[in-house]
């Protein structure tokens, strides 16, 4: 439809500045929409086991994208390809899928910085919506109201952090082709760097490098912090203001580990972001994120910070699936073939090997979230022992015990009353 918008219009350059302004617009509310429907359905889901999906997919899906060094072989390609909506790159998705569609890198950039903002946007013409409907004298409902702006507003920042620090990070990604002078941006080869309109976006990138990537973890740091002791403390005057305020960036934590989520999001900026410009194009590049898994592993093993034992087994075995993934690049990336160009390893079968854990780890966190955290196993299991044992109801006859037991209970009232007419019998 929108090749068919943009045909109807001209066909020179004023052709191009049409297409760019309407799929900018029809982009941005698309995925501002889109975004909220995540957020309420993670909402009204598990969050700890949605958020544990939700960082797995999105580190996953920009493997490609980051270690692009990696031959990955096309079936692998056409798998992560639309995993990146969960990154909120749906322009990647489309641009790869054949719609025609082609938006310059310098626009993306922007729509993608803009993004968080929209979002807020919405969320905060919702809430007032919503709260102009509700009456004044009904307390409770205006208090879930802020309730849930504060979690939407706190996920949909979750959601989007991953895609910020990959666009803002390949910004900066140039590359020197042989034969031709000057840096070229990787992402857009008809972008010069270090010259005209790529110097004014890496002043505009600095900037939202400092207020998303740096600046996210730290508000969200200090705003743990300041109220570290009223985050657990059922007693503290403060505590049901900051669970629902900021419950949804440490409730599914141990209380010793009530920074874990700061933790996360290091993770995946360097993941996501931080690998961009780690030695690009080099088999350094893979090993470096190889042994940031890795030790990201180590760390979810060693602390289990999670309440739930099902959100720990989770973050285990994502973990490890991303670190066998990162394996399985250095693999392609160092198998070079022989002399005669023969592979040690069959390509097609390790992009099925990854693509064969990755579905096992997406398919043991739901199993985990269904079967044990929404407690479905332990309800078969108790309704399976009932149907066992029967229903409980069962009349129990008077053993003779009893009944001697309550004789002798008789005969000690008539002795309290008249000690000479005591039955030594019944003794």
């Known amino acids: 439809m929108l090749r068919e918008v943009v045909l109807f219009f001209s066909t020179d350059l004023k052709q191009y500045h049409t297409l760019t302004i309407l799929t900018f617009f029809f982009t941005f509310f698309s995925l501002a929409l889109l975004s909220l429907c995540y957020i309420s359905i993670i909402i009204h889901f598990k969050t700890g086991q949605s958020k544990i999906l939700l960082s797995f997919l999105q580190i996953f899906s920009g493997l490609p994208l980051v270690l692009d060094v990696v031959p990955w072989p096309k079936v692998f390609l056409e798998f992560t390809l639309p995993l990146n909506v969960f990154n909120m790159d749906f322009l990647a998705v489309l641009a790869k899928s054949g719609c025609g569609l082609s938006v310059r890198f310098y626009d993306k950039f922007i729509l993608h910085m803009t993004l968080p903002v929209g979002c807020l946007l919405l969320i905060v013409v919702v809430y007032f919506t919503l709260e102009r409907c509700t009456k004044e004298e009904d307390i409770k409902k205006q208090h879930g109201l802020k309730e849930m702006a504060s979690k939407a507003t706190i996920l949909i920042i979750l959601l989007v952090y991953p895609g910020l620090t990959t666009k803002i990070f390949t910004i900066f990604k140039c590359k020197k082709i042989e034969g031709i002078p000057g840096w070229w941006l990787v992402q857009d080869y008809n972008q010069q760097c270090y010259e005209g309109e ?181 309800r078969y299991r108790g309704k399976r022992n009932r149907n066992k044992n029967g229903d409980g109801s069962k009349v129990i006859p008077v053993s003779s015990a009893d009944g001697k037991n309550k004789k002798i209970e008789n005969n000690a009232t008539k002795a309290w009353k008249d000690p000479k007419h005591v039955d030594l019998d019944d003794y």
């Not at 996501?272 to 780690?278: F, K, Q």
């Not at 160009?341 to 985990?368: R, Y």
């Open 198 to 378: 790529h110097v004014t976006y890496m002043i505009v990138g600095s900037i939202f490098f400092c207020l998303y990537i740096l600046g996210i973890p730290l508000v969200m740091f200090l705003l743990l912090q300041r109220n570290k002791k009223a985050l657990y403390d059922v007693s503290h005057p403060e505590h049901h203001l900051v669970q629902k305020a900021l419950g949804a960036m440490y409730i599914q934590y141990e209380p010793a580990y009530w920074w874990f989520e700061i933790f996360l999001l290091l993770n995946k900026t360097m993941m996501c972001g931080g690998l961009v410009m780690a030695a690009p194009g080099t088999p350094l590049q893979v090993l470096i994120s190889m042994l940031i898994m890795m030790s990201h592993l180590l760390v979810v093993l060693k602390l289990s910070p999670y309440k739930s034992t099902g959100e720990d087994v989770s973050a285990f075995v994502s973990s490890l699936t991303l670190t066998l993934t990162t394996l399985g690049g250095m693999v392609l990336v160092m198998d070079q073939g022989d002399a005669n160009g023969i592979k040690t390893f069959d390509t097609e079968i390790i992009a099925w090997i990854l693509l064969g854990i990755s579905v096992l780890c997406i398919v043991e966190v739901v199993s985990v979230t269904v079967l044990v955290d929404c407690r479905v196993l332990e």
